[in-house]
């Protein structure tokens, strides 16, 4: 247990990762307290409170005038990220946002500086970044396990769902590059470094709505080495990355959302040998908003946030740019035409 006064946390929206993973983590965390979740019924802020505490409040600006919330977690659709992040930082409280803040790196500057200026944490939720399945790869490249790293691959897709859900509506800022394309592009921003630039892209939209439901995105770096990031939301489920250098590779099986009761698998390849590394579970959520209230405690660890924010808004902007500027499209049917709906 901690000696410090832990840091009251407000919610806004009622999300479903909210419900199922960070909210729970939140709660677990002695390091943060849970004061109030705002939805915009009653009801819902009231399911939220019964369940993990707090008080539910109506209405979003309500929850930000709070004089006991010195922290606040955005969990609403894409749409509305950057609008009550930025309420949420001009209220002067620190911010935890979900994935995907926004495309747009101009905006993610606008954050990032009202967020210096002010002294307060400014972190997008990626917790995939904290399980230490991530470290593991990271310290066997460091020591040189594979040699020099030449490529690295990562996908993430998943079923065709309910197309009712936010992430197949276009006015909320759905689309695969948002929803599941956003996480191999960060890990391949993590492991390629600030340089990293999208070199080619191509999104594949919905004829009817206009969602992007697939994409494929090619990064490199300034010496080279390159990322091949695959993403959709009507595929067969993956969930994989693999690093793969001069003398070997790292494969790992569930990349980015391993539970936390679940030993994730990674295979190290070397010459002839395949060597299977089990390694222990871990809540990444919990190792999440742990970090978050360490950013919020200690102002030398918020840059690091804040630029990792502005560098992943870039990317998913660059990536946006390069498939609108493809002189063609493929439609849902696989055939060439011209009723791609632009991102």
């Known amino acids: 247990m901690t000696d410090r006064v832990p840091i009251g946390v407000g919610v806004l929206g009622a999300a479903d990762i909210a419900w ?14 849970l004061v109030a979740v705002a939805s915009r019924t009653p009801e819902k802020a009231g399911a939220f409170a019964d369940r993990f505490g707090g008080v539910a ?17 955005v969990a609403l659709p894409n749409a509305l990220h950057e609008e009550w992040a930025d309420a949420a930082l001009r209220a002067g409280k620190h911010v935890l946002v979900e994935k995907s803040l926004t495309v747009d790196a101009a905006a993610a500057v606008r954050l990032a500086d009202t967020a210096r200026t002010a002294g307060l944490a400014l972190v997008e939720n ?12 990271r310290d066997r490249i460091a020591e040189g396990a594979i040699g020099e790293v030449r490529t690295v691959s990562a996908s993430f897709g998943v079923p065709q769902a309910d197309p009712a859900l936010i992430r197949y509506r276009r006015e909320l800022a759905g689309g695969a590059l948002r929803e599941t394309g956003c996480y191999p592009v960060r890990l391949a921003g993590s492991l390629l470094g600030p ?15 206009g969602v992007d439901i697939s994409g494929s995105a090619l990064l490199a ?3 080279g080495v390159t990322a091949q990031c695959d993403f959709g939301l009507a595929h067969a489920y993956r969930n994989t990355c693999a690093v793969w250098g001069s003398t070997g590779r790292i494969e790992v099986d569930w990349a980015f959302t391993p539970p ?7 295979r190290l390849h070397r010459a002839e040998t395949v060597t299977e590394h089990r390694l222990p579970a ?3 959520f919990l190792r999440m908003v742990d970090g978050f209230a360490e950013a919020c405690a200690d102002p030398t660890r918020q ?27 493929v439609t849902r049917a696989g055939q060439p035409g011209g009723d791609r709906v632009p991102a």
């Open 260 to 266: 936390p009761g679940t030993r994730p698998v990674v």
């Open 195 to 209: 340089d990293v630039e999208v070199v080619g892209a191509r999104l594949r939209h919905d004829p009817g709505t």
């Open 221 to 223: 770096d300034s010496v």
């Open 303 to 329: 840059d690091r946030y804040r630029d990792a924010i502005v560098g992943q808004a870039s990317l998913l902007g660059a990536i946006v740019r390069q498939a609108d500027s493809t002189p063609s499209a």
């Open 20 to 33: 199922r993973r960070t909210v729970p983590a939140i709660v677990a965390c002695d390091r943060l307290r």
């Open 282 to 284: 871990a809540d990444q």
């Open 126 to 137: 990626f917790a995939f970044l904290d399980h230490p399945q991530h470290g593991w790869v």
């Open 57 to 73: 409040v109506t209405g979003y600006q309500r929850l930000l005038a709070r004089d006991d919330v010195q922290a606040v977690y």
